[in-house]
């Protein structure tokens, strides 16, 4: 299996652009998170999805962010407007179904907002 | 509120040596409780997990864990670090609202 995969890895932006990051998780995977890893702050989850249905999105900062699954074979996590607060590494994971199942991780999209 | 904590940011130890990654954690349930491991530039794969199974669990890479309720703790060991296990390592748990939250990350240095 290719494991979970990220595009782009790196993302270089302006204060203001709109930014999309793609995900596409294991075949079979039910579901998928996506994460954002800071030095500030950590690992976040930012939301999970299950079936495709957004389960928990608490962890989504604002209404900047907002992320969408609209098949068991991709996914995308949108932030408009980005600003320079927004850069970090974004993780898409993806597990078999229950949140305590194993997770699988993308290599995660490097993102810098000027 | 469920949370992890590690203690020590950062651990340098020699080659050959034990190591030792502390975690504690709070819950209020059952805890499902794992280890994962980042190496740089990557996404973070999973080392362990205890599922209220054997308290002693085994993982990857000669990497162990013990639950020990009494003490909520969850430390990862090894008996003889090599360099190839210099990496970032992340204790988590599963809440009560059905989420794993992680802790803040532990940075392992090897020491030839």
């Known amino acids: 299996d290719a494991g979970v995969i990220q595009s782009p890895r790196h993302e270089v932006t302006e204060m203001g652009q709109e930014v999309t990051l793609r995900c596409k998780p294991i075949?079979?995977?039910?579901?998928l998170f996506w994460y954002r890893q800071t030095m500030m702050r950590g690992l976040e989850l930012l939301i999970y999805?299950?079936?495709?249905?957004?389960?928990?999105d608490s962890g989504m900062p604002e209404d900047r962010f907002s992320a969408k699954m609209p098949n068991a074979s991709f996914s995308t996590l949108k932030i408009q407007p980005s600003e320079p607060r927004d850069s970090a590494v974004y993780f898409c994971?993806?597990?078999?179904?229950?949140?305590?199942?194993?997770?699988?991780f993308g290599p995660g999209t490097r993102l810098t907002v000027l | 509120a469920q949370s992890v904590t590690q203690l020590g940011s950062h651990v340098s130890v020699s080659e050959g040596a034990l190591v030792l990654l502390r975690c504690n954690y709070s819950?209020?349930?059952?805890?499902?409780l794992f280890w994962y491991v980042q190496y740089p530039n990557q996404g973070l794969q999973l080392l362990l997990k205890?599922?209220?199974?054997?308290?002693l669990v085994k993982g990857i890479n000669g990497f162990e864990a013990e639950f020990k309720k009494s003490e909520t703790s969850f430390h990862l060991t090894k008996p003889s670090a090599h360099m190839s296990d210099a990496a970032e390592y992340f204790c988590?748990?599963?809440?009560?609202?059905?989420?794993?939250?992680f802790g803040p990350g532990t940075s392992l240095s090897v020491i030839p």
């Open positions: 988590a748990v599963k809440t009560s609202y059905d989420k794993v939250i």
């Open positions: 205890y599922t209220s199974a054997a308290t």
């Open positions: 994971a993806s597990s078999l179904n229950q949140v305590t199942d194993t997770q699988y």
């Open positions: 999805f299950n079936n495709n249905v957004p389960i928990d």
């Open positions: 819950s209020s349930v059952p805890p499902y």
């Open positions: 075949s079979g995977h039910n579901s």
